[in-house]
């Protein structure tokens, strides 16, 4: 799927429709695609009714995971995955940035590893979350490794460690947001030193906002693709 994405199509790896849509500002450019997930059945619900440059996934996000149904969502989730409703599963991973997300490492370990194996069952793309854990992504690699496509949004390792995982075997590819203008020097370094044709630009529309925003919009893509482009020239 993210191979095959057209190079003068300008394309968002990573937004949710659903709290956009709440915010009215669903605004897309012209010759504009997007992968949205959802992560309940009523994000779902809207989302699924998006235009068809939309592109869905669905998945049980790490930060849910202390008050996740997993039983219910696992089986809401295998059942999109075998109608073929969804074209990727996630967000999935880890999140271990506050003491309270901490406090959930059991069952976030359990929801990811669920979605690992429906990757692996209905060979789906997988895209992952990973805050202050990247340890895990190494812990997984080798499984990681027969997925499809991994895709590691707003990816915050080093660029030893991007190439690390690409030594393992992993199809991965790295998407970067507005980090690109906060002079994030970890971001920066990946977008120039890792292979180019794995770096993908990223809104994660309406969250990842700069001081003074109070959220981020989806047509905003087009200035995160054009600085990623800057960068990777220089």
Request: hydrophobic share 35%; proline share 3%; aromatic share 12%.
């Amino acid at each position: 799927m993210l191979e095959k994405i057209e190079k003068n199509m300008i394309f968002d790896a990573h937004f949710h429709y659903f709290h956009c849509k709440k915010l009215g500002i669903c605004d897309f450019p012209t010759d504009w695609r997007g992968i949205s997930c959802a992560h309940s059945r009523e994000e779902w619900e809207m989302q699924k009714a998006a235009p068809s440059s939309v592109l869905q996934a669905f998945g049980m996000h790490p930060q849910n995971a202390g008050y996740e149904n997993i039983k219910e969502s696992a089986d809401f989730l295998e059942n999109l995955a075998k109608s073929k409703e969804i074209i990727a599963i996630g967000e999935a991973g880890f999140d271990y940035f506050s003491e309270e997300f901490r406090t959930y490492k059991k069952e976030q370990e359990e929801i990811w590893n669920i979605q690992l194996d429906l990757a692996l069952k209905y060979e789906l793309p997988l895209v992952v979350h990973c805050r202050k854990a990247n340890e895990k992504l190494f812990e997984y690699s080798k499984k990681l490794s027969k997925i499809r496509e991994v895709l590691f949004h707003s990816f915050m390792g080093t660029p030893i460690e991007g190439k690390s995982l690409l030594n393992k075997g992993l199809n991965a590819y790295f998407s970067f947001g507005k980090q690109v203008f906060n002079n994030n020097k970890k971001v920066i370094s990946c977008i120039k030193e890792l292979p180019h044709e794995r770096i993908l630009a990223e809104t994660d529309a309406p969250y990842q906002f700069l001081k003074g925003e109070k959220f981020t919009r989806p047509d905003e893509i087009v200035k995160v693709v054009e600085e990623n482009r800057n960068l990777q020239c220089k």
